[in-house]
Nanobody
Framework: QVQLVESGGGLVQPGGSLRLSCAPS????????MGWYRQAPGKQRELVAA???????NYADSVKGRFTVSRDNAKNTVYLQMNSLKPEDTAVYYC???????????????WGQGTQVTVSS
């Protein structure tokens, strides 16, 4: 069973930076699009940023110019560099992969367990 494992969340002051990482467990052959979503209390989960296996990226308007999504295909790891953080960025951040191929199978729509990001002074 493939699982996405996130790390890097925490508490940061406004204007600060954090870097999130996400990697799958198991023997992975390939991953299609990977991305980050977030969910604040009382709000719907929303896309923050996504990156295809070829490196094309997509960002929510609210994070453009502040957040950067990247991936290391050799390590099957996706990163989210978050700069100039604002209190409204406070949320649980979830890693997502739309299709993962292992040496044994192929599956769709994988989610990480979520990591809390809190921006507060």
């Amino acid at each position: 069973q493939v699982q996405l494992v996130e790390s890097g969340g925490g508490l940061v002051q406004p204007g600060g930076s954090l870097r999130l990482s996400c990697a799958p467990s198991g023997s992975i052959f390939s991953i299609n699009t990977m991305g980050w979503y977030r969910q604040a209390p009382g709000k719907q989960r929303e896309l923050v940023a996504a990156i295809t296996s070829g490196g094309s990226t997509n960002y929510a308007d609210s994070v453009k110019g502040r957040f950067t999504v990247s991936r290391d295909n050799a390590k099957n790891t996706v990163y989210l560099q978050m700069n100039s953080l604002k209190p409204e960025d406070t949320a649980v951040y979830y890693c997502h992969a739309d299709r993962i191929t292992t040496t044994m199978s192929m599956g769709y729509n994988y989610w990480g367990q979520g990591t809390q990001v809190t921006v507060s002074s």
